[in-house]
């Protein structure tokens, strides 16, 4: 029955999908016509049938099992699927709704993102908090039924395109720091709603700044329950791990084995016994980091859920995006340093962007705790403040001679 | 092909571990480390006769279980833990795999079963260093000269394997434990668990065995990655729960020592390198049953993997304990002397990674 699955997965991707990517998703480079494009292909690949393969058909999904999903990824491993907006929000607002959300957010959201029609970003990171985001100062005050949100986020991937996101405010100051935490549904074209795109070390604008400005949520806008929006967060960031773990990077990514390799090749570089050696080490590493997100695939199709061990993967990808990094730097030499081929210059500007993926989504020092804590079940970093009132914390960068966090926002 | 563990091959891992517990706990190879003994024969007894590990990847029609590769890995992963001395390597592993390759029917019926049943002790000489054998009677009575160091059980074995220059190219030779002419002298091994000789060959007589010896060195090649590769998986995870258990229950600063980042992010590390090596031996192992045209990649993967990734637990798994994992009362240094041992055996990480590009066409 998979095997059918397979070969229709296959014959699509074959008919539908690009090698390539036709354009990146940095916002930049005419954004409008990628954006179109973007959902145009999310909403053939739902027309297909392959769009929330694991999801239950009564929200929009396939109600398929990871078999299916493994499956898939196997076959889309030789395309760049040109869709990557939608990344965000089904990996981790999606399945967070689907985690913890009402049956009526389930219904009203999951399906439009599965068919490409509204795109979503995560609100976590701010100023004064990202690795320790439990210390977030954005705020939702209670109105009626609803709530006011005021505030400032950083670091929102995709929020210059983003239909809605999934943000986190206090909604209790005076209690300990993640237990005055809740999540929210915030409609990104709602009035008081400011994005502002910022530049990352390649030049491009991934992503923004973010400002609320008394934007009214209403009362169906929480996700899960009030002040209990850490163990929302907690499941977002699991989803995120695992997802950007799992990810497999495309076979023809410029920054992968084949292309370095092929670069290489064509510089005359493949003849040195240490060329071939990093390169053979390469695809060693390579393969070990896409087994192990198979393995864990399977794992849960077994009823063994990755857990903790999402954060081995998600470390184990940013490793191997430094590790390659190197290898291109001694395989292609001073050719990165400047070059007029384009390749190679491709491959420069992801070697810039490597250092982003072990901070993106939870630092690889972040990894390594949660690893050595939640995994090996060492004791946990001492001086982690799980009683104070957070009013009376000191967070981010503020200096220790002003007055703690009153909770407001900047 | 699946990653996971089959419900047979989990029963297969459980017996092996409860056995390496019972019957081979670490202590029994510091009795060797003592006595002087190569291995403990009534463990390697009870490891063929009882458990059927040597059968386990030869066919039924020699004799074995015909269970795979992939069984044979996760009994090696279980006995690489424990570091359990055997010949087990060597001859069910290395020589009969060998042996398999060729088209030498009579040498198969009449050795394989032996092996199988851990009755008789063959084993492989190859060794990566430049002393080599070479054909030095003619056709019809052929014999052996040369020098093959080190090979693993080497002393022990009944009849030894042994590749030559034969003037034609590479022939592999059977050669008896009794030949004359032969002489085998223990080597001072690094590795506790393991046995090593030095062979010498003086006009030795030799039988020639029939078939493509240069792909049956290669496919031994292959097996010796996946069997050291699953090994170390075994013997890393064993450094993995010793080190992290200790971290939580020695004591500094009034933290326990896992509380410590320094500490607390190398066995992270240590966690995920072993999971990446892991997940490279199952594949290897599945490739090496069902899908054989990628055998020899998958295989050099796990290893490349795990050569790096074991050694370096090892030293980290002295380092995290102080003092006490330095001292020859403690067992890290067994690990750390077989971590440094299945570094190089059968190729060095370098040599490992030029065969590697070799078969990826770098
Ligand atoms: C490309 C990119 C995209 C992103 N997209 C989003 C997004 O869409 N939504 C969103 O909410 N956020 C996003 N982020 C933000 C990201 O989650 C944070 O940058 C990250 O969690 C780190 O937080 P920080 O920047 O505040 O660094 P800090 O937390 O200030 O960390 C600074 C340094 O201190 C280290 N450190 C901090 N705490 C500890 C500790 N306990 N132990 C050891 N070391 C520690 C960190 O590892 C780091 O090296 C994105 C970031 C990047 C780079």
Redesign the interface.
Known sequence: MTEDFRARARAWLEANAPRRAAGDDDGESGAATTLAEQKAFQAKLYDAGFAGITWPTEYGGQGLTNAEQIDWSREARDYDLPNGAFFIGLSMPGNTILEVGSEAQKKRYLPAMLRGEEIWCQLFSEPGAGSDVASLQTSAVRDGDGWVLNGQKVWTSGAQYSDFGAVLARTDPAKPKHEGISMFIVDMHAPGVTVRPLKVATGHSPFNEVFFDNVRIPADGLIGEENKGWAAAVVMLRHERIAIGTMSAPRTSPLGYESLRSLAAGLGRTDDQAVRRRLAELYARSRGVQLFGLLLREEAMAGRLPGARGSVAKLAGSDLGRFAANVALDVLGDQLAGSDAEELQTVATLIVAAPGSAIAGGTSEIQRNIIGERVLGLAKDPGVDRSTPFNQLRVGTQRSDVPASSGEPR | M???LTDEEQALADSVRRFVAERSPLTSLRQLISSGEPFDAGVWKQMTAQLGLAGLAIPEEYGGAGAGLSALSVALVELGAGLVASPLLGSAVLAAGTLLRLDDEDAKRELLPGIAAGELMATLALAGGRSKAVLVGDGSEPALSGTVSPVLNGTEADVLLVPADSGSGTVLYLVRAEAPGLTRTRLAAADHSRSLARIRLNATPARALAGDAAAALSAAADLANLALASESAGAMRAC?DMT?GY??IRVAFG??I??F?A???R???M??NW??????V??AARAGDEEPGRFSV?A??AR??LAEAYFDAVVDTVQLHGGIGFTWEHDAHLYYKNGLSNKVLFGTP?EQ??R??DS?G?
């Open positions: 699946t990653l996971i993995l992290s971290a939580k933290q326990p896992g509380a980042q500490v607390k992010h066995l992270a590390d966690q995920k999971e990446l090596g892991y997940a490279a199952r594949d998958a050099s993967v490349v993997l370098g990674l030029d590697l590009a990826l770098i």
